[in-house]
């Protein structure tokens, strides 16, 4: 279960790649101009009848990265030429824009090529309509064509993880609405926080009201805690550097449960602090990262040590958890890079080893357990390990980059001027 020290990581980085290229050709294959692969059945899947191009525009900067020239030009050749937003479909803001507009972005600043940027442009002026609410938190779905706003009922994570897309589309285009938006959007939300300095699960946009006052890390709040930090690193914004330290401190004091099984962060209720589940699963695992990207190595460690105990209690992780009778809440593992995203920065952080043993821990089974002929697949169930049908996106852009991150030289990435959006996509601070 455990892989065996030494980890050679040249061998480990070209094993990675390859089997990028393997689900590379796959979506190449049977996918070719949709959004994402069904690798089982081999047939394409779209997200809003319509393709958005979701695997050609987030896999672009991981095919640079991984050095295959033809692949990306082809794939940049296949957005330039066909992706169009001019589509009367309603999207979600906050998919789309991690997705999409980061995957233009951060392409834009890799290859210069000014359609990218166009695109991110264009994208980004049919997302605006989603802010018009008497609050500034965003609708939590567009219409591309009309404008249209649906989605009164939103959360953090979906409010709050624009900042660093809008932002950076601001530098570059030079308008700043885009920031503006997007920095109103967290701030209105931040501002709603409980005495006790925390965030429920989620908001009416429209009269500012918590819907769900459960507080935690996991998927619906994520990413806002992520944003917090990483605008303050990418923009050097010091009101969401004073926003990040004040929620910091409330999730160390409130969610931070130091149970028998090691150091988690589990459930509250926002207003009293009172614990109310002891549930974390694989999207809770970004959180080492961040801690670690905070300075805080120590909780970083520890937590992932605890994400390590949750993947090896069936040899792979499952998508929730309860950490307290270490019982399976939700079996399904969706591909989700966060644990190896955490091992990266830890690795980056320690030079320890340890984290090289993980990641070739997860890469093992992920290719033991999810690799198929026509690419990899989610499970329905890391009990029985049943397949199901369907290689997100955010497979090519973050899981195996973050893979191939942490064995390739530390020079395939300069960090110092590079932030990550939440779908791996770097940006760069050239401004
Ligand atoms: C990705 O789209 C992003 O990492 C997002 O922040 C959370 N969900 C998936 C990966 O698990």
């Known amino acids: ?58 896999s672009l900067d991981t095919l640079i990265l991984m050095g295959f020239d033809n692949e990306a030009q082809k794939a940049k050749t296949l957005i330039v030429d066909r992706l169009s937003f001019d589509k009367d479909i309603d999207v979600k803001v906050f998919e789309v824009t991690i997705r999409l507009l980061g995957g233009l972005l951060s392409g834009y600043q890799l290859t210069g090529d000014a359609r990218l940027l166009h695109l991110a442009d264009d994208l980004g002026a049919r997302l605006l309509p989603a802010f018009n609410t008497p609050t500034g938190m965003p609708y939590m779905y567009v219409n591309l064509r009309t404008g249209k706003t649906s989605g009164a009922r939103s959360n953090p994570a979906e409010i709050g993880t624009l900042i660093l897309e809008f932002g950076t589309l601001s530098k570059l285009t030079n308008k700043p609405v885009y920031f503006e938006k997007a920095k109103r959007a967290i701030v209105e939300l ?64 409130h969610l931070a ?27 809770h695992a970004f959180l080492p990262a961040v801690l670690v990207m905070s300075g805080d190595v120590k909780r970083g460690r520890r937590l992932e040590e605890s994400c390590f105990r949750m993947w090896t209690l069936r040899g792979i992780e499952p998508e929730v958890l309860d950490y307290r009778t270490m019982t399976i809440k939700h079996a399904g593992y969706q591909l989700r890079p966060e644990i190896i995203e955490s091992a990266w920065y830890l690795h980056r952080a320690t030079h320890d080893d340890r984290y090289l043993m993980m990641g070739q821990t997860f890469f093992d089974s992920i290719v033991a357990h999810c690799r198929t002929e026509a690419g990899y697949t989610t499970l329905k169930s890391v009990v029985t390990m049943e397949k199901s049908d369907l290689m997100p996106s955010y497979f090519l852009a973050e899981t195996l980059k973050y893979l191939y991150l942490l064995f390739a030289p530390d020079a395939a990435m300069n960090m110092d001027k590079v932030v990550f959006n939440t779908e791996a996509h770097p940006l760069r601070r050239t401004w």
Request: aromatic share 12%; glycine share 8%.
């Open 190 to 253: 931040y501002k709603r926080r409980s005495k006790i300095d925390l965030v429920g699960e989620e908001i009416d946009v429209e009269t500012g009201a918590w819907v769900s006052k459960a507080s935690h890390v996991g998927g619906g709040i994520d990413s806002y805690y992520e944003y917090l930090l990483k605008c303050s690193r990418l923009f050097g914004d010091k009101d969401c550097e004073s926003m990040w330290k004040t929620s910091i401190a409330a999730l160390n004091k």
């Open 1 to 58: 279960m455990f892989a065996a020290p030494p980890v050679d990581r040249a061998a480990m980085a070209a094993k990675v790649r390859a089997e990028f290229l393997h689900s590379w050709k796959a979506y190449e294959q049977y996918a070719w101009g949709h959004d994402e692969l069904r690798p089982l059945t081999k047939q394409p899947r779209d997200w809003y009848g319509q393709s958005l191009l979701m695997t050609p525009v987030d």
């Open 257 to 283: 449960d130091e149970a028998p099984t090691g150091l988690w962060y589990g459930e509250v209720d926002m207003d009293s602090g009172k614990r109310t589940s002891s549930e974390f699963g694989a999207l």
